[in-house]
């Protein structure tokens, strides 16, 4: 029988520093990932120039209003299509709900920005929905959305995934109990939408309402396209036009306030109106509709699905076809060879990050590891404008001190480097949730058979968590993949991704050039969404 | 000298105080069960000996060596102390065989072999634990453990996920697997059957407080209190007063022609005797009897004094 602590003392040393070393290594990779926010603040005592002043009183105005019916209106919208259509496609049958329910969170593949181009191209005047009109003798019909109201509206036809996919498991397992409950108690249709549904699913909707708002401001592609001016866009504006970096950061900082009252505003609200999860029971059969009631759930839901997806994409083929063919798919191996790289590069920091992040919260089950465990999460909720300003802040500071030109910044490094900051959250959720299912107690297992950390993360941590990295890798190289704000500022000279060169074209009008890097982000954007669909069905 | 000593274990989760003053020792090849209802606190003892719980004070020996005290915590895997989780814990990408041998050391005296047969799996080797019954990953966890001879082997409710019809038979094998290993173990149990049929000592747990320690027979013959006397079936108060009361249990009572007169409220059938509820003029009795009585039924309650127990109140 062995005995306990038995071993001899350096190593027993060694071995009771371990879990400190983790710890220690946790704490400066999160720091680390921090101090681009970090360094914003100090700008903030830096002297105030004359273009703030200017912008402070022409501009910024604009920039607030703007920002502020953006996210209101979007939200409305999303929660208006996204729900809909989950309760449509969950509680009833008719043609095609059975595939609608996979097909309408395709739209989550096509980055904001080229839903922009795409839907103004769409509904331009030498657009296709204009030669339909004028086909149909319709000439002086018009239809213009470049303006916030379409915007609103553009958005919410690509975001409105995130409402219907939180609605859909809501209304399909997790609270399918209370449901069937209610619908025993005799309720039914508007009775039970607003007696029953509508307040079980209030939290899950504010959850589903901040990351749509999340995506809103970490928009610029689309607000630039429009040429609606908001934070994300001054941010822009007073760095690259005005070369005004406090200004930047005043600017960065401001929707930094913002954005932490909003997370502050979910998580209160979250926890006030918690709604625990009913029993897991099987879903009873969907009710089926037919006649007059099953023809317009059809026409609602396809018809959204055909605006919000096929739409986009038969645009984008079409697009395709009277582009220089050629020359298109030289560029296409560039481009593709940019963002692989980029991609995998970010792939695998973050990966290092979020897996020293994740087993240090299972070696080390206490409050600190748990906050460190959340801080790596920051970075997913702040825009990639303020971001990459605060990579810029902190990689000119290091040059400044090393006095040997750019190194950093503007280096390929510095562009992982606030990718890691950016995505490390995508990566920490699924590892998370492997861990969660395991509920530690395998970890716990080989601990107390004799295994040193090392061991438990070698023999046991990484083999069992196979499926969550590979899941990380693929959402966070796709994340990357579609990044446009974060690159724009942050790429070496003369690096361009699929998500720039999409956006460089279609700012200049050039659609037909745009068409294949942005099919090819759709198409890879398309992955996600399978697997968002198999955890959904899953559950 | 006590294989494991456990002194005024205290452990609060925030404001909630989960273990208070809890002390209790632990013999070289004895086996201790840790009863107690939901929230009593066992589960925290169990986690605090294998180092998964830094009590908030108190001390845990080893014979002389200090596990945990203010200034010490061995971690988990240097106190060579085995745990079976209740859900077995086992490790999903490795086969029975690679699960048992991760907690051998290199040059191990026993070979995974004989673990295997000694729980009677020699067949299943080479599957995955996700090809084995609930019972079979037990035995599994359960030689896992044992093969990485520990000094103090600690399960959480063993039995809580075995069929009925099977736990005789397993309460059987593993004290009989433990006695032949010679290894010291505690085990967590809501069940006082589990308790009563294994353990060598039980120590009786209630939000947090140890209620008694003693051996099965002790606990049975002698309870310190109330709540113990509860836990091990129902009884009658016959005296209360503000601090003790004399106390007869069910199966101590029995219904005749003479006695304390009462009319039958109900028969529960629970096996070979049925719990038959009495009431008399002050109280409702409970009494053990060998066949169901009808409702409103005239009876009269008898027991012998030298069966009544004198008890704390708790």
Known sequence: ?539 | MSLITVEQLDHHYGKNKVLHACSFAINQGEIIALLGESGSGKTTVLRALAGFEKPTSGQIKMKDLVLFDKRTMVKPEQRNIGLVFQDYALFPHLSVKKNIELGQEKNAAQSVEHWLSLVGLSEMANRRPDQLSGGQQQRVAIARAMAAKPSLLLLDEPFSNIDESLKFEFRHELKTLLKAEDVSAVFVTHDTKDALAIADKIVILKDGVVQQIGTPTDIYNSPENTYVTGLLGPFNIIKEDAASSTIIRAEACSLGETGIPGTVVSSMFQGQTYLINVRTENTTWVCEHSSPLTENTAVFINYASEHTIKVNNS
């Not at chain 1, 595939?99 to 103004?120: D, N, T």
């Not at chain 1, 409105?160 to 209304?171: E, G, K, Q």
């Not at chain 1, 490390?424 to 509920?439: D, F």
Request: with cysteine; glycine share 8%; charged share 15%.
């Open chain 1, 1 to 539: 029988m062995k005995q306990a602590g038995t071993k001899n003392t350096s190593q027993k040393r060694f071995l009771l520093d371990q879990r400190q070393w983790w710890l220690l290594a946790t704490i400066v990779a999160v720091l680390v990932l921090l101090s681009p926010i970090l360094c914003l603040f100090p700008e903030l005592f830096k002297p105030l120039g004359s273009a703030w002043n200017n912008l402070k009183e022409t501009v910024l105005p604009a920039y607030i209003s703007n920002t502020l019916i953006l996210i209101a209106g979007v939200g409305l919208g999303t929660v208006l299509l996204g729900l809909s259509s989950a309760y449509l496609t969950s509680m009833y049958r008719f043609p095609g709900a059975r595939f609608l329910r996979f097909g309408l969170l395709l739209p989550l593949a096509i980055p904001s920005y080229i839903a922009a181009y795409v839907f103004s191209g769409v509904t331009e005047y030498s657009g296709p929905l204009h030669l339909i009109g004028r086909g149909l003798g319709q000439n002086d019909w018009h239809v213009n959305i470049m303006h916030l109201p379409g915007l609103i509206v553009v958005l919410s036809l690509v975001l409105y995934p995130y409402i219907f996919a939180t609605a859909r498991v809501s209304l399909e397992s997790r609270y399918n109990s209370y449901i069937e409950n209610a619908r025993s108690l005799g309720l039914k249709g508007t009775s039970l939408l607003l007696k029953v549904i509508l307040p079980l699913l209030r939290p899950a909707l504010i959850g589903g309402v901040f990351l749509v708002i999340m995506e809103v401001l970490n928009d610029y592609g689309a607000m630039k396209y429009f040429g609606i001016t908001t934070f994300t866009t001054g941010i822009f504006t007073a760095w690259f036009s005005m070369n005004d970096l406090n200004s930047a950061v005043r600017l960065a900082l401001m929707l930094f306030v913002l954005v932490a009252l909003l997370s502050y505003l979910e998580n209160w609200f979250s926890r006030k109106h918690k709604v625990t999860e009913s029993t897991r029971s099987k879903k009873s059969a969907p009710k089926k509709l037919t006649g007059v009631p099953a023809i317009l759930a059809g026409i609602y839901t396809w018809g959204l699905f055909i605006i919000a997806f096929i739409t986009p994409v038969a645009y984008l083929a079409w697009r395709f076809t009277l582009a220089e063919h050629g020359r298109a798919i030289d560029e296409w191996f560039t481009l593709g060879r940019n963002s692989l790289l980029s991609g995998l590069a970010g792939v695998a920091l973050i990966l290092l990050i979020a897996l020293l992040t994740q087993f240090t919260q299972q070696l080390i089950r206490s409050k600190l590891s748990r906050v460190i465990g959340r801080s790596i999460s920051i970075g997913y909720t702040i825009p990639g404008a303020i971001i990459a300003i605060g990579v810029l802040l902190l990689s000119s500071g290091i040059d400044h001190a090393i006095g040997q030109g750019l190194l950093l910044t503007g280096s390929f490094g510095m562009l992982i480097f606030a990718y890691t900051v950016r995505f490390s959250g995508v990566a920490y959720q699924p590892l998370q949730a492997e861990a969660e299912k395991r509920n530690g107690k395998l970890f716990e297992a080989a601990q107390s058979l004799g295994k040193s950390p090392w061991s438990v993360l070698k023999k046991v941590y990484l083999p069992v968590s196979t499926n969550g990295i590979l899941l990380a890798a693929t959402l966070v190289f796709i994340d990357i993949t579609k990044e446009l704000p974060l690159t724009l500022i942050l790429r070496p000279f003369n690096f361009s991704t699929f998500a720039t060169k999409a956006f460089e074209y279609a700012d200049d009008e050039l659609l037909s050039k745009a068409a294949l890097p942005a099919l090819s982000i759709v198409l890879l954007g398309m992955i996600p969404v399978l697997l968002l669909h198999r955890t959904l069905r899953a559950k």
